[in-house]
């Protein structure tokens, strides 16, 4: 009896440490603005649950100040063409996303520019990316 009580203890906590696990961004992000900053990138992490781009940001004091872009999770980028390599240590780059709440140097990446103008989608979508792909599919399933 004391056995099956510690197995399904051990259970419920593990399960709510899963559950806890996977968070809604507007927890921490402001979801309804957006910030845009242009820098270089000093490394980029295709991982889950979000992948992760650290960028040097020039500051108008002529300071870089570190800031980190946070996307979607590294199994969804990858269905939709980017590898490990898809943004390269020393890429110029301008990033637009939602701003972190506490005001830190971070956000929830919605869109990326590279030098050569190339855009590049897969961070967090806002309400008009998702439009645009809710679109897509229904032009691929008339076809």
């Known amino acids: ?13 593990l399960w709510m440490g899963s ?10 992000y402001l979801p309804d603005e957006l910030v845009t900053v242009e820098g270089v990138v000093s490394e ?3 991982i889950s649950p979000h992948a992760r781009i650290y960028i040097d940001v020039a500051a108008s004091t002529g300071d870089v100040e570190p ?6 999770a590294a199994g969804i980028l990858k269905r939709v063409g980017w ?8 890429d110029f780059i301008k990033i637009t996303g939602h701003p972190a709440r506490d005001g830190s140097n971070a956000m929830d990446w919605t869109l990326i ?5 190339t855009v590049l989608r897969g961070g967090n979508p ?12 229904d032009k691929r399933r008339q076809q």
């Open 1 to 13: 009896m004391l056995e099956r009580f510690i197995i399904s203890f051990v259970t419920v906590i």
């Open 19 to 28: 559950a806890n696990a996977h968070h809604n961004a507007a927890a921490r």
């Open 44 to 46: 980029f992490r295709l």
């Open 67 to 72: 800031w980190l872009a946070e996307g979607r």
């Open 83 to 90: 590898t490990a390599d898809t943004l390269k240590k020393g």
């Open 113 to 117: 520019i590279l030098e050569d103008g």
């Open 126 to 137: 806002d309400a008009e990316e998702r439009e645009r792909r809710l679109r897509e599919l």
